[in-house]
């Protein structure tokens, strides 16, 4: 039967739309500049190593990559190179952070896949390489790092975990539930084929479980990390798992009555945390014991700041990113929890940072990541310079973050002769901020720009173009 034009116009409109990545513009819309040689001057330059900044500094760039770095004395612009003046500011490698994703809490017990806007405000938040850790919607995120690494949609370089691997309790309705260790290693060969390259256990899984999925995953080259609590820190440990998730938030090493392949009912977990002393030997024996196992930690100090008391709100511009009804959400929850007075979170916020820091200088590998889960108020754009300013809080100079956040990163994804500082043969991933970073002060100063592979990327125009949008795309 032949259709009527008008349907047939419809029908083809649809199918371009769905056919389409749909950033809201291109590619030279977000593009503040780019060119074949571009040199960098009067930096105050964080290299990612850990080492002290250096003052009024040079980086030169070609085709991508760094090809020199000096004193701007010692560096002289080659000819028909383009010169940007950074007037002092900061110059720090591109954030590479472990514990992202591409969906944010819509309602209790869901969440929406964002792929569109996500990938544009983590990079105008200065992230360049993220993990994906556990994905809701796993076929968008693997179909998006397609995109971005071909060149048609816009992004940072993505490490696409699969899907959450949960026990059989129910955690939301987009989660496998496994039954049994068969169930979970079936779950590891499936996703590895289609193109994930890294694994992320959840809180209900079993012993049996987790050791399966840590073996079947290194069977194909690949990582483990997990948000554990029917599982111990010191028994993941033990198998041989990568990577913990969130610091010591959960760690059910410390719950008294806990059972062993049972998440403790209730607050049990944060409850052991906080009457926990800061300088308890048994928390100095677990971190030794994730060290000795080569085992690293990502803080993820920002999500879990959002129920503690006492702490701010999310600025108003990363809320002006929110469809109404989401930012009415959150703020309708921080508002309850503000009220509700001093909690178990905020006291073990403060203990957790001093927990990863003690981690960190005992030589534990500490990563970064943000998390854009709880009920909300992480969000990309912003989350990144939150999580570099409570880690300046925890203690940690300026340099010490800045290798956190880039170098430890990219040392995890076995990346680092790619990635993660700035130094000559590495891609030029970076990021400008407008001023010097201050040794006294945790605040960052506002963000320039964010390059990645040469070209750098306008935050502003990035931010304004997707006001309102998180919720819908």
């Known amino acids: 039967m032949k259709k009527p034009p008008a349907l047939l116009a419809l029908m083809l409109a649809i199918q371009a739309f769905a056919q389409t990545p749909q950033p809201p513009g291109d590619t030279e ?3 503040l500049f780019q060119a074949p040689v571009t040199l960098l001057r009067n930096a105050q330059l964080f290299d990612g190593s850990g ?22 004395a010692e560096l002289r612009a080659p000819a028909g190179a383009l010169v940007k003046d950074l007037a002092g500011g900061a110059l720090m490698p591109g954030f590479v952070l472990l514990h992202e994703h591409l969906f944010y809490p819509t309602e209790r017990g869901s969440y929406g896949a964002f792929f569109q806007s996500f990938p544009l405000l983590y990079l105008a938040g200065g992230v360049t390489t993220l993990r994906t850790a556990g994905s809701m919607s796993p076929y968008a995120d693997l179909n998006t790092w397609k995109d971005i690494r071909e060149g048609r949609a816009v992004g940072p370089d993505m490490d696409v975990t699969a899907p ?9 309705a987009q989660v496998p539930r496994l039954a049994s260790a068969e169930d979970a290693v079936r779950q590891v060969g499936y996703w590895a084929d289609v193109g994930a390259t890294s694994y992320k256990g959840y809180m209900h899984l079993t012993r049996e479980q987790l050791a399966a999925i840590v073996e079947a995953a290194h069977e194909r080259k690949a990582r483990v990390t997990a948000h554990l609590c ?7 440990a033990t198998m041989g798992i990568d990577n913990l998730e969130h610091g010591f938030f959960a760690s059910s090493d410390f719950v008294d009555s806990k059972q062993p392949d049972a998440c403790p009912a209730g607050d049990a977990v944060p409850r052991s945390l906080d009457a926990l002393a800061v300088d308890d030997p048994r928390m100095a024996a677990l971190q030794r014991r994730l060290i000795d196992r080569k085992v690293a930690l990502t803080s993820t100090l920002t999500v879990f700041e959002t129920f503690s008391h006492g702490r701010p709100m999310a600025p108003a511009a990363a809320l002006d990113l929110l469809m109404p009804q989401l930012r009415e959400q959150y703020v309708a929850r921080y508002t309850a929890i503000q009220r509700g007075g001093p909690n178990a979170y905020g ?27 709880g009920y909300g108020g992480v969000i990309p754009g912003y989350s990144s310079l939150r999580q570099f300013e409570l880690l300046r809080e925890a ?14 990163g990219a040392t995890y994804l076995g990346r680092s002769a790619d ?3 700035i130094a000559p043969g590495l891609r030029a991933d970076l990021i400008a901020f407008a001023a ?27 931010l304004n173009a997707w006001k309102g949008q998180v919720g819908l795309r």
Do not use: C
């Open 164 to 172: 959450f691997l949960n026990g059989i309790q129910a955690f939301v």
């Open 51 to 72: 080492g002290a900044p250096r003052e009024h500094m040079s980086v030169l760039i070609r085709d991508g990559r760094i090809a020199d770095v000096k004193p701007d």
């Open 29 to 31: 819309r977000y593009t």
């Open 436 to 462: 010097p970073l201050d040794a006294a002060r945790p605040a960052l100063p506002d963000v320039a720009w964010t390059m990645k592979a040469g070209r750098a990327w306008d935050r502003a125009r990035i």
């Open 419 to 421: 990635i993660g500082r």
């Open 347 to 373: 006291r073990v916020l403060a203990k957790d940072m001093a927990w990863e820091k003690q981690f960190a200088d005992a030589g534990g590998l500490l990563v970064a990541g943000t998390d854009p889960t």
């Open 230 to 236: 029917a599982v111990t820190y010191a028994e993941a």
């Open 395 to 408: 203690g940690f100079d300026a340099a010490a973050t800045v290798k956190i956040m880039t170098a430890n």
